[in-house]
Nanobody, 120 residues
Framework: QVQLVESGGDSVQAGGSLRLSCAAS????????MGWYRQAPGKQRELVAI???????NYADSVKGRFTISRDNAKNTVYLQMNNLKPEDTAVYYC??????????????WGQGTQVTVSS
């Protein structure tokens, strides 16, 4: 089995910072893209940032210049550094990874979600 475990969600005031982490574990052969998505109450889940296995990144326009995605391939971990947080960043943040298991196909995996709350 493969698991994605997130950590780092918290409640902060506007202008503050948080760092989310997501570690993949299990019978992993390789990991392609890893990313962060978020879902606010009453809204659809949206892409926040994504990073390829080679380190190429892409961000939602709403977080460009404030959030930074990175990964440690040796640890099968992806990070999201969030600076200058705004109340509209409040959401449950989900980690996603495209993982090929040993003797298995490439598959999308999701973490359980971590709550980020930003107060004004």
């Amino acid at each position: 089995q493969v698991q994605l475990v997130e950590s780092g969600g918290d409640s902060v005031q506007a202008g503050g910072s948080l760092r989310l982490s997501c570690a993949a574990s299990g019978s992993i052969f390789s990991i392609n893209a890893m990313g962060w998505y978020r879902q606010a109450p009453g809204k659809q889940r949206e892409l926040v940032a994504i990073i390829s296995s080679g380190g190429s990144t892409n961000y939602a326009d709403s977080v460009k210049g404030r959030f930074t995605i990175s990964r440690d391939n040796a640890k099968n971990t992806v990070y999201l550094q969030m600076n200058n947080l705004k109340p509209e960043d409040t959401a449950v943040y989900y980690c996603n990874a495209q993982i090929k298991r040993v003797l298995g196909p490439l598959h999308d995996y999701w973490g359980q979600g971590t709550q980020v709350t930003v107060s004004s």
